[in-house]
Each structure stands twice: as structure tokens, then as C-alpha cells.
Nanobody, 130 residues
Framework: QVQLVESGGGSVQSGGSLRLSCAASGYTYSSYCMGWFRQAPGKEREGVAAIDSDGSTSYADSVKGRFTISQDSDKNIVYLQMNSLKPEDTGMYYC????????????????????????WGQGTQVTVSS
């Protein structure tokens, strides 16, 4: 059974940094795509960043240059380093996984869509104050 557990959320002031972690377990696939999504109150969940098993990455325009997604394949952990945080980055951040062979090269936008993922974590809250 696939499990995704997020951690690292918290409250920071504008301009601060946080690093989110997503620990994945319960799968044996060597090919995967992992994504970070966020959802603010009253808004739809949106894609933030994604990384596939080849290490290719994709980012939403709103976070390019500020967020970095990375992975430790040995530990099955995906990270989201968030710098220069803004109040509009506030929301619940979710980790998601796809094991259907989706790749960043195959679609830089599709890997940022919620419908591209079958497995989701419970989320970790990020709050950025001005």
C-alpha cells in the first residue's frame, strides 16, 4: 500500500524559507513521477512542482526561481525547498505520486495537474505572514 507522508510545514514571515519533505513507502516501481501541490482556503488545488524518476523537473510559473524540488532516491524522499516565501504561498501543501510512467519530458504541464496522480498524502500547512 502506497503511503505518502509530508512534513516540514510551519509559519514564517514573508521572505523566509521552509523545506518540505515527502516520505514515500509501499511501492516497488522504479519509474514514477512525484508532485507537490497546494490549496489555499476557497481555492482549487494547484500544481507547484514535479520531479520524475529521471530527475527532470517542472515548476509552476508562480514559483520558478524561488522553489526547488529534489529527491533522495535511496531514501524515497522528495523535497520542496521554498525560498523568498510570499503571503500568497500560504496553503496546505500536498505530495502526490504517479506510477503509470508519466514523465516531465512527456508533458511539463500534465505533471502539474491533480488528475495525473493516483496517490496523495495528508498535507502539511504552510503559512506566510506579511
Amino acid at each position: 500500500q502506497v503511503q505518502l507522508v509530508e512534513s516540514g510545514g510551519g509559519s514564517v514571515q514573508s521572505g523566509g524559507s521552509l523545506r518540505l519533505s515527502c516520505a514515500a513507502s509501499g511501492y516497488t516501481y522504479s519509474s514514477y513521477c512525484m508532485g507537490w501541490f497546494r490549496q489555499a482556503p476557497g481555492k482549487e488545488r494547484e500544481g507547484v512542482a514535479a520531479i520524475d524518476s529521471d530527475g527532470s523537473t517542472s515548476y509552476a510559473d508562480s514559483v520558478k526561481g524561488r522553489f526547488t524540488i529534489s529527491q533522495d532516491s535511496d531514501k524515497n524522499i522528495v523535497y520542496l525547498q521554498m525560498n523568498s516565501l510570499k503571503p500568497e504561498d500560504t496553503g496546505m501543501y500536498y505530495c502526490a505520486a504517479d506510477f503509470q510512467g508519466r514523465t516531465v519530458v512527456g508533458g511539463t504541464e500534465s505533471v502539474l495537474r491533480t488528475g495525473s496522480y493516483d496517490y496523495w498524502g495528508q498535507g502539511t500547512q504552510v503559512t506566510v505572514s506579511s
